[in-house]
Structure formats: C-alpha cells, structure tokens
C-alpha cells in the first residue's frame, strides 16, 4: 500500500522532479493509493501558489486535472480524533523533529493505516525529506519520487 502526501501528489499536476515517477506509480499502482482526506487542500494551494504566474489556462488546466483524479484515483483515510490526537502526542515525542502540522497528520493517518492492514506494510510516499525521516523512525517504508526510480519502489 502507498500513501502519498501532498510533495508527492502534486507532482502529477506540476512539471517537477519526480512528476515521470508519479504518473508510473498511478499507472501501476493504481487501487492501493491512500491519502488523507485533507490533501485536497494542500494540493490545491500547491498548484495556486507555483502556477500564480502563468495563464489562466495553465492554472485552469492544473486544476481540472486534479479534479478529474480526486478523489477516484485514491483511497481517502479520514483524519478523525483518534487520528489528530496521535498527531498530537507524535509531536510531543518527537521535539527534534522539523516536520509540519500537516506532516505529522499524513503520518498519523499512515500509521493508522498500517494498524489496521497488517499483511500489507505502508509505503510514505513522499519528497519531504523530515516527513520521510520521521516515518522511518515510526516503522514505515518511504519513497522519494524526486530522487528515486520507480524500480526501487517497494513492492506492495
């Protein structure tokens, strides 16, 4: 199973590093991706904010193809009490940490997943560098799509 964060899923709408290595694992991997129930509002902002400067039809473009992919493409994991509440205690122990807020809920989500699915491990599937850190540190598997080719990701 693949969970993907926000640095990795919108790749799919922007041009960046990795982006040849997402659309291979949606080609692939498509009915065991999962993602949280939030994302949309990352997505979104991420597209906005990197597409500011080019047309309306750039921008309109982005938009309509992560509309036409969310949220069918993806198993959506709800970000429920118990959820942020173990966000909450994985940010207490983890002080060193330099993760973000919405980092800590995909990794709460993730590893709530896993719970649940033990006969298949999770895969973060991320480029964020201290969300991928901080889930290794939490027994999950990681995948950069920016650094990594898309034979080294792990089998499901």
Same mark, same amino acid.
């Given at each position: 199973?693949? =969970?993907?964060?926000?640095?990795?899923?919108?790749?799919?709408?922007?041009?960046?590093? $990795?982006?040849?290595?997402?659309?291979?694992?949606?080609?692939?991997?498509?009915?065991?991706?999962?993602?949280?129930?939030?994302?949309? *509002?990352?997505?979104?902002?991420?597209?906005?904010? &990197?597409?500011?400067?080019?047309? &309306?039809?750039?921008? &309109?473009?982005?938009?309509?193809? =992560?509309?036409?992919?969310?949220? $069918?493409? =993806?198993?959506?994991?709800?970000?429920?009490?118990?959820?942020?509440?173990?966000?909450?205690?994985?940010?207490?122990?983890?002080? /060193? /940490?330099?993760?973000?807020?919405?980092?800590?809920?995909?990794?709460? &989500?993730? *590893?709530?997943?896993?719970?649940?699915?033990?006969?298949?491990?999770?895969?973060?599937?991320?480029?964020?560098?201290?969300?991928?850190?901080?889930?290794?540190?939490? $027994?999950?598997?990681?995948?950069?799509?920016?650094?990594?080719?898309? %034979?080294?990701?792990?089998? %499901?």
């Amino acid at each position: 199973m693949l =969970f993907l964060d926000s640095s990795a899923l919108v790749k799919l709408y922007l041009a960046e590093d $990795g982006t040849s290595t997402m659309r291979g694992i949606i080609h692939r991997r498509g009915g065991s991706l999962f993602v949280s129930d939030f994302i949309a *509002l990352e997505v979104l902002t991420a597209i906005r904010v &990197a597409l500011r400067k080019e047309t &309306a039809a750039v921008y &309109a473009t982005a938009l309509t193809q =992560f509309r036409i992919d969310f949220p $069918g493409l =993806f198993n959506l994991v709800d970000v429920d009490a118990v959820t942020r509440r173990l966000a909450c205690d994985l940010t207490t122990r983890s002080r /060193t /940490t330099r993760a973000r807020s919405m980092d800590l809920l995909h990794l709460a &989500a993730a *590893l709530r997943l896993q719970a649940r699915r033990t006969l298949s491990p999770v895969t973060m599937v991320t480029s964020d560098q201290d969300l991928a850190d901080l889930s290794k540190q939490h $027994g999950l598997r990681t995948f950069d799509p920016s650094r990594e080719p898309l %034979a080294a990701l792990p089998r %499901a």
